[in-house]
C-alpha cells in the first residue's frame, strides 16, 4: 500500500496534505515542548550545600570528613528521584549512603518542592582542593526517562578583611572545614 493510497483511504486530498502535515509536526512539537517544560523529560534541579552545618570530623583512625546538607529544589511540576549523588573532585571523596531511614539511597523529590539529603565527604587532603568550580553529578528517574545531570554550585562568599570573595564552593568547604580541624573547634 502506497502512501497516496493511506492519505486516499483517510479522505486527504493531496492538495490537503501539506497542512495536515505541518499541523500533525506542531502537535509533536507542542507535546514534546510540554513534556520538557513540566521536566518529565530533562528536571530542573537546583542544589546547594549548607554552609552552616558543616563540622570537621576526626575518626580513630585520624580520617577528616564532614556531614554535606546537600539540599536539592525539584524547579519544575513533574517529581524525579535521585538514584545516586558522586563527584569526581581531587582532595575529596563522597561516600556512599547507609541506605537507611535517615540517610537513603534513593528518595524523591515532589513537583515545585525540595528536600535535604545528608551525604559524608572525606577531605583526603585538604591543599589538593581545586579552586576551579566542579560539579555534582545526580542519576535521576523521571516517569519518562533516566539520565544524569551534572550542577555546579555558585561560588560561596568568603569574607577577606572588609571584601567579600567569591571562592569555588569545593574548596571553600574543605577550606572550612580543615579549618575547624586544626583549630581544634570541633
Same mark, same amino acid.
Given at each position: 500500500?502506497?502512501?497516496?493510497?493511506i $492519505? /486516499?483511504?483517510? +479522505?486527504?486530498?493531496?492538495?490537503?496534505?501539506?497542512?495536515?502535515?505541518?499541523?500533525?509536526?506542531?502537535v509533536?512539537?507542542?507535546?514534546?515542548? +510540554?513534556?520538557w $517544560?513540566t521536566?518529565?523529560?530533562?528536571? #530542573?534541579?537546583? =542544589?546547594?550545600?549548607n554552609s552552616?552545618f558543616l563540622?570537621?570530623?576526626?575518626?580513630? #583512625?585520624?580520617v577528616?570528613?564532614?556531614?554535606? =546538607?546537600?539540599?536539592?529544589? #525539584?524547579?519544575?511540576?513533574s517529581?524525579f528521584?535521585?538514584?545516586?549523588?558522586s563527584?569526581?573532585?581531587p582532595?575529596?571523596r563522597?561516600?556512599?549512603?547507609?541506605?537507611t531511614?535517615?540517610?537513603?539511597?534513593?528518595?524523591?523529590?515532589r +513537583?515545585?518542592?525540595?528536600?535535604?539529603?545528608i551525604r559524608?565527604?572525606v577531605?583526603?587532603?585538604?591543599?589538593?582542593?581545586?579552586?576551579?568550580?566542579?560539579?555534582?553529578r545526580?542519576?535521576?528517574?523521571? $516517569?519518562?526517562v533516566s +539520565?544524569?545531570?551534572?550542577?555546579?554550585?555558585?561560588? =560561596? /562568599?568568603?569574607?577577606?578583611?572588609?571584601?567579600?570573595?567569591?571562592?569555588a =564552593?569545593?574548596?571553600?568547604?574543605?577550606?572550612?572545614?580543615? #579549618?575547624?580541624?586544626?583549630?581544634?573547634?570541633?
Amino acid at each position: 500500500m502506497s502512501s497516496a493510497d493511506i $492519505w /486516499q483511504r483517510f +479522505g486527504v486530498a493531496p492538495r490537503t496534505r501539506l497542512p495536515f502535515v505541518v499541523s500533525g509536526c506542531l502537535v509533536l512539537m507542542c507535546v514534546a515542548g +510540554g513534556l520538557w $517544560w513540566t521536566g518529565s523529560i530533562t528536571p #530542573n534541579i537546583r =542544589w546547594g550545600i549548607n554552609s552552616f552545618f558543616l563540622t570537621a570530623q576526626v575518626d580513630d #583512625n585520624g580520617v577528616l570528613s564532614t556531614r554535606a =546538607w546537600i539540599e536539592l529544589e #525539584n524547579q519544575a511540576i513533574s517529581p524525579f528521584t535521585i538514584t545516586d549523588i558522586s563527584m569526581a573532585i581531587p582532595g575529596l571523596r563522597l561516600l556512599p549512603p547507609e541506605d537507611t531511614q535517615d540517610d537513603p539511597a534513593k528518595f524523591t523529590v515532589r +513537583g515545585d518542592d525540595s528536600e535535604t539529603v545528608i551525604r559524608r565527604i572525606v577531605i583526603t587532603d585538604c591543599a589538593a582542593v581545586p579552586h576551579e568550580p566542579r560539579p555534582i553529578r545526580f542519576t535521576y528517574r523521571t $516517569w519518562l526517562v533516566s +539520565g544524569t545531570s551534572e550542577v555546579v554550585l555558585d561560588p =560561596w /562568599q568568603m569574607t577577606v578583611g572588609e571584601r567579600r570573595v567569591p571562592v569555588a =564552593w569545593q574548596r571553600a568547604l574543605a577550606g572550612t572545614v580543615c #579549618n575547624k580541624a586544626v583549630s581544634g573547634e570541633f
